[in-house]
């Protein structure tokens, strides 16, 4: 089982919010992660988002919207990235991203369309 | 403006090394990291290791130990990944990025462009 677990696929309208998991495999305790998210446009590098660790510690990039905001779901063990007020522009690949005893870790990553 | 400059595309068979430049610009080059992160042809990110530019320390990933080194020059702000004993599927977008500290935890704010390395016969 893969240490970062993230949907292959999601779909939503544009103006509507989307909410994108990350889940951590059973055994990894969430509340000892920071979750890192980036987001990848085709042909170009990722970007970094933001990451969340707590309401009060986490981090937003620079120039990110605040209409990415991040959280955690301790009941479904995962991390939480949600776009409200969606955008075609947002219509990319996302990955959430751990550092795990000393390396990092990327999630398989959600194809978000906006459609 | 703050920017990684990588080197040009690359092909080479089978066995062979590969060696991958990232030219930083615009920022204090010994006061960060430096990750490399490679994506195969349709697959996701895979991160490969990173550098300190302040005293070279190195942490590599355990997949790619004993095949990979980065390595940095301070003189001209660059740094450098080679991997050796190409296979096939080492074909991949190479990517270096800044590593940037947030409470004690690193995450990649600038990226280069990537590096196309393929391997085949």
């Known amino acids: 089982q893969p240490v970062l677990t993230q949907p292959t696929s999601l779909s939503a309208s544009p103006g509507a919010s989307a909410r994108l998991t990350c889940t951590l495999r059973s055994g990894i305790n969430l509340g000892s992660y920071r979750i890192f998210w980036y987001q990848q446009k085709p042909e170009s590098p990722p970007r970094y988002l933001l990451s969340y660790y707590s309401d009060s510690s986490k981090h937003q990039g620079s120039g990110v919207p605040s209409r990415f905001s991040g959280s955690k779901d301790a009941s479904s063990n995962a991390g939480i990235l949600v776009i409200s007020g969606l955008q075609s522009e947002d219509e990319a690949d996302y990955y959430c991203m751990i550092w795990h005893s000393s390396a990092v870790v990327f999630g398989g990553g959600t194809k978000l369309t906006v459609l | 403006q703050v920017q990684l400059v990588q080197s040009g595309a690359e092909v080479k068979k089978p066995g062979a090394s590969v060696k991958v430049s990232c030219k930083a610009s615009?920022?204090?080059?010994?006061?960060?990291?430096i990750s490399w992160v490679r994506q195969a042809p349709g697959q996701g990110l895979e991160w490969m290791g990173w550098i300190s530019a302040y005293n070279g320390n190195t942490n590599y990933a355990q997949k790619l130990q004993g095949r990979v080194t980065m390595t940095t020059d301070t003189s001209t702000s660059t740094a450098y990944m080679e991997l050796r004993s190409l296979r096939s599927d080492d074909t991949a977008v190479y990517y270096c990025?800044?590593?940037?500290?947030?409470?004690?935890?690193?995450?990649?704010?600038?990226w280069g462009k990537g590096t196309t390395v393929t391997v085949s016969s």
């Open positions: 990025a800044r590593l940037t500290m947030v409470q004690g935890e690193g995450y990649m704010d600038v």
């Open positions: 615009g920022y204090t080059f010994t006061s960060y990291g």
